[in-house]
């Protein structure tokens, strides 16, 4: 039988990945990447030509089986997400799962995601926290700012830069204006930036200086 690794892949400079990382991914039958053509670079960078199959949140219901019978069979698949550890708000936990329930051996590497630099460069309490990973789009944004209103705890939530003032002001009318909070962007790439203050301080500037890039937002706990 094979096994499965979930391999962690740059968040921004491509020097970031592991030497475990590359060797896993040289080595592997198959690579199953989230966007073929964003894995295709850092592939070609670093002189691996293992073949790569599509596998991302559209068709990981369809593939999953097939996948699952072609480890079984002795290959070793590697999954990879666009950036970052795959599962992490990212395609992975259903092949993880199945995998699992088959006995499949699954290892996980260690290696980039955006929250934890995010959570330690913004001076926030990180001896416990919540990751929330994106907000519900629509149905139950509100109850789930209201539950998270009570949390004291520091908590970690992804965002979209069109989306991130219009987040920022529904923190401030859940969970107060005067919130300690830090937005971080771009990290570990030219232009990364944090920014700290209180969510009205930050909705002053980005409401004047639209963010770009993918976004962390870690806020202060209840007290």
């Not at 068709?59 to 290959?75: F, K, L, P, Y």
């Not at 926030?124 to 705890?153: C, I, S, W, Y």
């Amino acid at each position: 039988m094979g096994k499965l690794y979930l391999v962690p892949t740059p968040i921004g400079n491509l020097k970031d990945i592991t030497f475990r990382a590359v060797e896993v991914l040289k080595e592997a039958d198959l690579i199953l990447a989230e966007d073929t053509r964003t894995s295709g670079k850092l592939l070609k960078h670093y002189d691996i030509q293992t073949p790569m199959q599509s596998h991302h949140m559209h068709n990981e219901h369809r593939t999953v089986d097939a996948i699952v019978s072609r480890i079984q069979t002795g290959d070793t698949v590697a999954l990879i997400s666009d950036a970052g550890t795959p599962a992490i708000s990212d395609p992975g936990f259903l092949l993880t799962r199945a995998c699992i329930e088959q006995g499949i051996e699954v290892d996980c590497l260690p290696g980039a995601t955006a929250f934890v630099p995010a959570l330690v460069n913004s001076g926030l309490p990180n001896d416990k926290f919540v990751f929330e990973g994106f907000l519900p789009v629509k149905k139950g944004r509100q109850t789930r700012l209201k539950l998270l209103a009570e949390e004291t705890r520091t908590i970690i939530l992804y965002e979209s830069p069109h989306k991130l003032v219009k987040t920022l002001n529904q923190i401030s009318e859940f969970l107060g204006e005067d919130r300690p909070i830090s937005v971080s962007r771009e990290i570990s790439k030219m232009h990364e930036e944090t920014l700290r203050g209180t969510v009205t301080e930050l909705i002053s500037h980005f409401e004047t200086h639209p963010p770009k890039g993918e976004i962390v937002i870690v806020v202060g706990g209840k007290k």
